[in-house]
């Protein structure tokens, strides 16, 4: 038996208006969602897709100094993200704000003589340096930037004291070593020098600066490559 949908009179008429309403309805939510996603990715996705780590590092310190402003930490970390953008005069402006604030905070003093050997004010930076390493027997990062301080500033026995004394803390950072060789060469003493970088050498043997540091001292020629 043939089975025929039968319809009340007008039926037709009221399906149809109801079709076209579920197609205007899916072409306005789709017309809604796409300018959704523009909107979003221009002011927000967009926008984050470019930043680079740096500005995503300052824009968090910057927000911290906002909600904190009496935070040392605070401007301490604002400072070191403006470091890493290169721009030592906020850097220094930050530390600045950070000593004010809390003077007395090893951490606070040691940024700042950073501030100022951003800034090339070695002076300024060795003050601070100076007492910290004695209050601080064993604090290599104090006396290795005392020592590039020091450096810097052409004291170069001052320099070398420094940097021996780091090489007593961490005796396996090469870095401390090529230091030494080039305070031993500004001094003219070359057997000490080449003694030095040698030491730099067999901790660090592709390392370029040490390399080329050595045939200047030795006339050899350069070999190897520098890590990556």
Not at 11 to 29: D, F, H, N, W, Y
Not at 41 to 63: L, M, N, P
Not at 150 to 177: D, M, V
Request: some cysteine; glycine content about 8%; hydrophobic content about 40%.
């Amino acid at each position: 038996m043939e089975n025929n949908i039968t319809t009340r009179p007008g039926q037709e008429e009221k399906m149809l208006p109801l079709s076209r309403a579920l197609v205007i309805l899916g072409i306005v939510t789709g017309i809604i969602v796409a300018v959704g996603l523009i909107i979003g990715y221009t002011f927000f996705w967009g926008k984050y897709q470019h930043q680079t780590y740096s500005d995503i590092v300052f824009e968090t310190a910057r927000q911290h100094v906002k909600q904190n402003p009496k935070s040392a930490m605070a401007h301490l970390e604002l400072g070191y993200a403006y470091l890493m953008q290169g721009k030592a005069d906020q850097a220094l402006k930050e530390y600045q704000k950070a000593y004010k604030l809390d003077p007395k905070n090893r951490q606070v003093q040691y940024n700042l003589a950073l501030g100022y050997m951003a800034k090339k004010d070695y002076p300024a930076a060795i003050k601070i340096l100076e007492p910290l390493t004695k209050q601080g027997l064993f604090d290599l990062e104090a006396h290795y930037s005392l020592g590039e301080a020091y450096y810097n500033n052409g004291q170069y026995r001052e320099a070398l004291k420094a940097f021996s004394q780091a090489a007593g803390i961490r005796p396996g950072l090469a870095n401390i070593y090529y230091y030494m060789a080039l305070c031993y060469e500004k001094l003219g003493d070359k057997n000490n020098a080449i003694a030095q970088i040698d030491k730099a050498l067999r901790l660090a043997p592709n390392y370029t600066e040490f390399q080329e540091l050595k045939a200047k001292l030795t006339g050899q020629p350069v070999g190897g490559e520098r890590r990556g």
